[in-house]
């Protein structure tokens, strides 16, 4: 038996946070979880009572797309893909547990759902960058299978995983992690960032958040969701040249990953402090000084005092651990 699909969650704009459905207040920072709307053009997400765009001042409301995550469970897409149940929903996409209608034996999916973009050109680019990203093969990366154009929608095609997020566990946690742990699970962030950064031309991330890194039960293995979408990153983890200018480089990417090991090594919500991390010492006084001070320089605030590749900030992180 197919059952009815699961109520979207509702993403807090404020700090990114997942909460359950119907809810009216953000369980994390209490703010109010107004209905956003998102732009048909550029994809921007706008409040519900805009009238136009604030990035491309472009008409809203009865210009909008149709709402995201209608298909319906045994709805089949591209005469391949049948859909089980929605997963989850955000204001930008929505993803749904699919049968693969083609495969010899039974095989399911996850199908990534997104509103196409008005531009031409910019859905070419999507095709593009589908076909990149399902050349991939990384144990830390989910298998990318296809991407393609229906009925008015981008699909991406991937490896259907189950486990918990990074933001879940943090959740869970009352104190910070160890700094074993943390290690481990950095070493394994370093390797695919180095991959993704090596390829060419380099892909950049850009969307680093606890939220979009799983913990697959299975495997115990880290994974990197989203690879390859377009984002101006979340506040508190993009590198402030990302949030403010646009400018993405692969030390962007390398301060994104400096702020979630602080966030991992002291539970601080770095959604609070913005580009200006407190002191990883005055949270978690048992972390040692050259950890702490190579995850400083991770996430300095001028990208020219960071570290030039994310193999030299592995090769620090690693020393600092190893001397504990």
């Given at each position: 038996?197919l059952?009815?699909?699961?109520?979207?969650d509702?993403i807090c704009h404020a700090?990114h946070t997942v909460?359950r459905a119907?809810a009216?207040?953000?369980?994390?920072c209490?703010?109010?979880l107004?209905?956003?709307?998102?732009c048909?053009?550029?994809?921007?997400e706008?409040?519900?009572?805009?009238?136009?765009?604030?990035h491309?001042?472009?008409?809203?409301?009865?210009n909008?797309?149709?709402?995201?995550?209608k298909?319906?469970?045994?709805?089949?897409v591209?005469?391949?893909?049948?859909?089980?149940y929605?997963?989850?929903?955000?204001?930008?996409?929505?993803?749904?547990?699919v049968?693969?209608?083609?495969?010899?034996?039974e095989?399911?999916w996850?199908?990534k759902?997104?509103?196409?973009?008005?531009?031409a050109?910019?859905g070419?680019?999507?095709?593009?960058?589908?076909?990149?990203?399902?050349r991939l093969n990384?144990p830390?990366l989910?298998?990318l299978?296809?991407?393609?154009?229906?009925?008015?929608?981008?699909?991406?095609?991937m490896e259907?995983?189950?486990g918990q997020?990074l933001?879940?566990?943090l959740?869970k946690?009352s104190?910070?992690l160890?700094?074993t742990?943390v290690?481990c699970?950095?070493?394994?962030?370093?390797?695919?960032?180095q991959y993704?950064?090596d390829?060419?031309?380099?892909i950049?991330y850009?969307?680093?958040?606890?939220?979009n890194?799983?913990?697959?039960d299975d495997?115990?293995?880290?994974k990197?969701?989203?690879c390859g979408?377009?984002?101006?990153?979340?506040?508190?983890?993009?590198?402030p040249?990302?949030w403010?200018?646009g400018e993405?480089?692969?030390?962007?990417d390398i301060?994104?990953?400096a702020?979630?090991?602080?966030q991992?090594?002291?539970?601080?919500d770095?959604?609070?402090t913005?580009?200006n991390?407190?002191?990883?010492?005055?949270?978690?006084?048992?972390?040692?000084?050259?950890?702490a001070d190579a995850?400083a320089k991770?996430c300095?605030?001028?990208?020219?005092?960071r570290?030039?590749?994310?193999?030299?900030?592995q090769a620090?992180?690693?020393q600092?651990?190893q001397?504990?």
């Amino acid at each position: 038996m197919l059952g009815a699909p699961f109520a979207p969650d509702v993403i807090c704009h404020a700090c990114h946070t997942v909460n359950r459905a119907n809810a009216k207040h953000c369980r994390r920072c209490g703010a109010l979880l107004t209905p956003l709307q998102v732009c048909p053009h550029c994809q921007t997400e706008n409040r519900a009572q805009a009238h136009h765009c604030q990035h491309c001042g472009k008409p809203l409301g009865e210009n909008a797309a149709p709402a995201l995550g209608k298909l319906a469970p045994l709805k089949v897409v591209r005469a391949r893909y049948q859909v089980v149940y929605r997963i989850t929903q955000t204001n930008t996409s929505a993803l749904y547990l699919v049968k693969d209608l083609d495969a010899a034996h039974e095989k399911f999916w996850a199908l990534k759902e997104m509103r196409a973009p008005a531009d031409a050109s910019a859905g070419e680019a999507f095709m593009r960058e589908a076909e990149i990203l399902a050349r991939l093969n990384h144990p830390n990366l989910p298998r990318l299978l296809e991407g393609f154009t229906f009925e008015e929608r981008q699909y991406l095609v991937m490896e259907h995983m189950r486990g918990q997020t990074l933001a879940i566990l943090l959740h869970k946690q009352s104190s910070p992690l160890s700094l074993t742990e943390v290690a481990c699970w950095a070493n394994q962030l370093f390797g695919v960032f180095q991959y993704l950064h090596d390829q060419t031309p380099p892909i950049l991330y850009r969307d680093l958040k606890p939220s979009n890194v799983m913990m697959e039960d299975d495997s115990g293995l880290l994974k990197l969701m989203d690879c390859g979408d377009a984002a101006i990153g979340a506040l508190g983890y993009a590198a402030p040249e990302q949030w403010q200018r646009g400018e993405s480089t692969p030390q962007s990417d390398i301060y994104a990953l400096a702020v979630l090991l602080h966030q991992l090594l002291t539970r601080h919500d770095p959604t609070t402090t913005p580009f200006n991390l407190p002191a990883l010492a005055t949270l978690n006084a048992a972390v040692p000084a050259g950890v702490a001070d190579a995850i400083a320089k991770g996430c300095a605030p001028d990208r020219r005092d960071r570290y030039a590749t994310m193999r030299d900030f592995q090769a620090a992180f690693q020393q600092a651990t190893q001397m504990v």
